[in-house]
């Protein structure tokens, strides 16, 4: 029986064949064997390159690694054919492409197959090999190139990361037992951006965690995040109702020193001061809190008793309309006459008339001095009130 070969084109000899020259063939062999292991830059800059496989001799085709290199001036491909020599076969192995070719700049393809065949388009980065090589673990599998690479799936235990080209930490990972829910990045075509999103179940956060006081930024800038904000409403922006208002006053401290603009609530009967805001659109319409910021009109120290009621107001809609359920906050008397005070935040505080986006709402601020707990004997000197409302927007566009 006469010798033969695999489609690696390593030959098998027949027993009782070569004799005399065995050893040398055999070494052959051997050598051949390594190359199927070994390294070949091609360069595929000016024109297509077709790989050889020839049974019993050396070739390119035969290389595990093989680095492709060249500034591309048109469309490439690198084809394998069927072993050549007797008999031709398919060639089944696996190959590490590394593309290191320049493409920046161009919509170039580079194409690996066997002939014949359809291929694979090796995946290009927006910027030159030589620099950035992009490596691909494919296999021919008797009829074509098949992509290994492009759906691998890599596991990591709690701890473990990916380097810098320093062995540094680039990015690190933890493990959740059981984890149902993953971080998913999306690519994005031309004019639209990449998404950073949840895939998992539905209706779920993801979470950005800055280290200690660390802020999450966008370049330089701090990220503004949806949550509390507030608006302070001076005293200056109120008015004292038509009926049982409020007075407003002005309290000289001493002379060229900070005066107290306020609105002054009686201690014997309800009164009311208004104001209105058109809320911020990024206000998520549920409900709001409120701290009271005033003065004692006297040295008393008892309780004095704020209340505020909303209503919103969409348009068309009328104004002459009942305010939302009041919320009420207590704080005593400090003591001293044109001390600074502020009420705790009270709480929540429901806006009447079904809030909606663009709305014009009518706050109402009074002091409930006709209840028996009020029991402050001074004027209370509104300065202003704090709102505190909660963002679901990162703006009011």
């Given amino acids: 029986m006469a010798s033969s070969y695999n489609n690696l084109g390593i030959e098998l000899q027949a027993t009782g064949e070569n004799a005399g020259t065995w050893g040398t063939k055999t070494n052959t062999n051997l050598d051949l064997i390594a190359e199927t292991w070994g390294y070949i830059s091609i360069d595929v800059a000016a024109a297509d390159v077709t790989l050889a496989m020839t049974s019993g001799a050396s070739s390119n085709g035969r290389n595990y690694i093989l680095e492709l290199t060249g500034t591309l001036a048109g469309n490439r491909v690198v084809d394998i054919p069927a072993q050549a020599g007797s008999p031709a076969a398919n060639i089944e192995k696996a190959f590490i492409v590394v593309d290191k070719t320049n493409r920046s700049g161009s919509a170039y393809s580079l194409t690996f197959k066997v002939t014949g065949a359809t291929g694979i388009a090796l995946r290009a980065l927006p910027q030159d090999k030589s620099s950035y090589p ?66 998992g179940e539905t209706n779920t956060d993801l979470n950005l965690n800055p280290a200690g006081s660390g802020v999450l930024k966008s370049g330089t ?43 002054d609530f009686d201690p014997s009967t309800r009164e009311n001061a ?38 919103a107001t ?43 986006d663009d709305d014009y709402t009518f706050f109402q601020l009074y002091r409930d001095a006709a209840d028996g707990s009020d029991t402050f004997t001074g004027d209370a000197r509104v300065m202003g009130i704090k709102l505190f409302y909660t963002t679901d927007a990162a703006n009011d566009a």
Avoid: H
């Fill in 134 to 199: 992009v490596t691909t673990f494919v296999y021919d599998n008797g009829t074509d190139i098949i992509d290994a690479s492009k759906d691998v799936a890599l596991n990591f235990t709690n701890g473990q990361y990916i380097a810098d080209n320093s062995g540094n930490e680039l990015v690190a990972f933890g493990v959740t037992a059981s984890a149902v829910n993953e971080v998913k990045i999306t690519n994005a075509a031309t004019g639209n951006g990449p998404i950073v999103g949840v895939s």
């Fill in 221 to 263: 800038a701090p990220v503004k995040i949806a949550g509390t904000e507030t608006i302070f409403v001076p005293a200056q922006a109120m008015f004292g109702t038509t009926t049982n208002g409020a007075d407003a006053q002005a309290v000289e401290t001493t002379a060229l020193r900070p005066e107290l603009k306020v609105m």
């Fill in 274 to 311: 208004q104001f209105s805001i058109a809320m911020p659109k990024s206000w998520n319409l549920g409900t709001v809190t409120y701290q009271v910021f005033w003065s004692p009109g006297n040295t008393n120290t008892d309780n004095c008793i704020f209340g505020l009621e909303a209503v």
């Fill in 314 to 356: 969409t348009e068309g809609d009328t104004a002459d309309v009942a305010f939302g359920t009041a919320v009420e906050v207590t704080d005593a008397g400090i003591g001293t006459v044109e001390d600074v005070q502020m009420t705790a935040v009270s709480g929540a505080v429901t806006i009447g008339g079904s809030p909606a």
